[in-house]
């Protein structure tokens, strides 16, 4: 059902399952990983650096969802930045049924594949404005839906006491509106200020301005190079709260990292194996 009814509703996302890079809100996420949520955050004023960025999901046995998504972002001329990202999420041979829509043999295949282009620049201070478009297509058999949506973005990090930093995203632009706010804060670090540890919230809205995703989350590091983290989102009457747990490490230019959401209503974990590379 979540995989084939979608596509006789125009605009409507097949796979309702966002791409996850970290604990944190994503409005306030950096590096290419933010081409997806926010063009605000490719700047290097707010911690964004030239790298690319692969991930490959593997998702539960109950929903048979895989996928890989690639990004990189990098500096223009005149002060700009500019990014792109590419994802593939699918499920192959889906058994046919007597009420699948097809009925040639063999399984049905879904698949979703998206393409983002972003751009962004900074402004006074630590901030980046950014913007740009994704092209989305969604397909189930020989059954095809395509949009493309624009979408803007601001992030800003505050020189005030516990660092704050602040994402808001609207994506949808043409089509379907989707706010998305985020705000997190560093504590005093522990151990001789070699433990950093950062709290964030972020909120996520429809075209109506009503709340449908809520996540708090608590990332720690050990001198910037091993990082711990974990978030919780509240998805709304009915299908309640999940969890999120990341590992990761920096090892020179190189980073790697894995993480873990638990799906609502019981259909298990989905695992993000994530890999990036810094240039100078």
Known sequence: MACVLPLGVEGQVIFDWPLRAAPQPEPILTGAGAVFWNPGSLVPEVGTTREVFII??????????????????????????????????????????????????????????????????????????????????????????????????????????????????LKGLGGELTPRAGAEV????????????????????????????????????????????????YLGEGNGWTSLWMIGAEIGRFSLSVLRESLANGFGAVHFFQGAVRFP
Do not use: C
């Open 56 to 169: 490959h999901v593997d998702g539960p046995d109950a929903t048979g969802v895989t996928g890989v998504a690639v990004s990189g972002v990098t500096e223009l001329p005149m002060g700009f930045y500019g990014g792109a990202g590419y994802w593939h999420l699918g499920i192959q041979d889906i058994p046919r049924t007597t009420s699948s829509p097809q009925l040639e043999a063999g399984g049905i295949n879904v698949s979703e594949d998206v393409f983002v282009v972003s751009f962004a620049r900074p402004l006074a201070g630590q901030t980046g404005v950014g913007g740009g478009f994704s092209f989305q297509r969604g397909a189930a058999g020989k059954e095809s839906k395509s949009r493309i949506e624009g979408e803007i973005g601001l992030h800003h990090q505050s020189a005030l006491p516990f660092s704050p930093r602040f994402g808001l995203s």
């Open 186 to 233: 560093s504590l005093p670090p522990l151990a001789s200020a070699r433990i950093p540890i950062r709290v964030g919230y972020g909120i996520q809205t429809d075209g109506k301005l009503k709340p449908v995703d809520h996540r708090f989350s608590v990332r720690g590091s050990w001198m910037d190079q091993i990082h711990l983290g974990t978030g919780f989102s």
